[in-house]
Nanobody, 121 residues
Framework: QVQLVESGGGLVQPGGSLRPSCVGA????????MGWYRQAPGKQRELVAF???????NYKDSVKGRFTISRDNTKNTVYLQMNSLKPEDTAVYYC???????????????WGQGTQVTISS
């Protein structure tokens, strides 16, 4: 059974930084594409960034240059370094694992409980 546990969210002022992390279990972590999604109140969940098992990355346009996704396969962990945070980045952030990019993008699959990120002065 896939288990994903996110942590590292919080409340920061605009311009600040956070580094959520997600630990995966029940999967061969290194074989999976890992992604970060977010869902703001009243909005649909959206993909923010993903990293392939080969280390290739892809980002939503609005976070390019500010967010960096990385992974440590020895720790079964994926990170999302978020800099220059804006109020519109406020959301619950979720990670997801996929056997392929297609499965990562599919609405089905396992989700963690998420971690709240709030940007406010």
């Amino acid at each position: 059974q896939v288990q994903l546990v996110e942590s590292g969210g919080g409340l920061v002022q605009p311009g600040g930084s956070l580094r959520p992390s997600c630990v995966g279990a029940g999967i061969i972590f290194s074989n999976n594409v890992m992604g970060w999604y977010r869902q703001a109140p009243g909005k649909q969940r959206e993909l923010v960034a993903f990293i392939t098992n080969g280390g290739e990355t892809n980002y939503k346009d609005s976070v390019k240059g500010r967010f960096t996704i990385s992974r440590d396969n020895t720790k079964n962990t994926v990170y999302l370094q978020m800099n220059s945070l804006k109020p519109e980045d406020t959301a619950v952030y979720y990670c997801k694992a996929g056997a392929s990019i297609g499965s990562l993008l599919s609405p089905s699959g396992s989700w963690g409980q998420g971690t709240q990120v709030t940007i406010s002065s």
